[in-house]
């Protein structure tokens, strides 16, 4: 039985926040001031200075250890158990519970209406001259 374990690549823990975030490398070596093949080099190291660490994380607007303990199957999981049980994260659930038609004929009847009692009125005040 083997006890190696998978090793901490921080930078393609980076390059999966970065895609999460749907922001382009080119993005973000904009924001830090660099160009994009340093942020590739970057995603491709398995470590990352700590400044430079501390500078993406601020960007990406995660901290330093959400890089670091950043793990793909937890985000799965969570999307998961979000999407397939309805769970509730921080109070809010995760489900319409209005039927999205409704409401647009509802914003429909509401400016027919308004655009009625707009013409009522512009009649009224030609009738008035």
Do not use: W
Request: charged residues 30%; negative net charge.
């Amino acid at each position: 039985m083997s006890t190696l374990s998978k090793p901490n690549h921080i930078g393609r823990k980076i390059s999966r926040i970065r895609e999460l975030r749907d922001m382009k490398q080119e993005a973000l070596a904009q924001a830090l001031g660099t160009n994009q093949q340093a942020i590739s080099a970057i995603e491709n190291s398995e470590t990352v200075d700590e400044e430079k660490l501390k500078a993406i994380a601020e960007v990406l607007g995660v901290s330093v250890e959400g890089i670091k303990n950043f793990s793909e199957e937890a985000v799965l999981n969570i999307i998961g158990n979000t999407l397939n049980d309805n769970s509730v994260i921080n109070g809010n659930a995760y489900n319409c519970n209005f039927n999205p038609l409704d409401k647009v004929i509802e914003l429909y009847e509401r400016l027919v209406l308004a655009e009625k009692e707009k013409v009522e009125y512009l009649e009224k005040l030609l009738k008035g001259k």
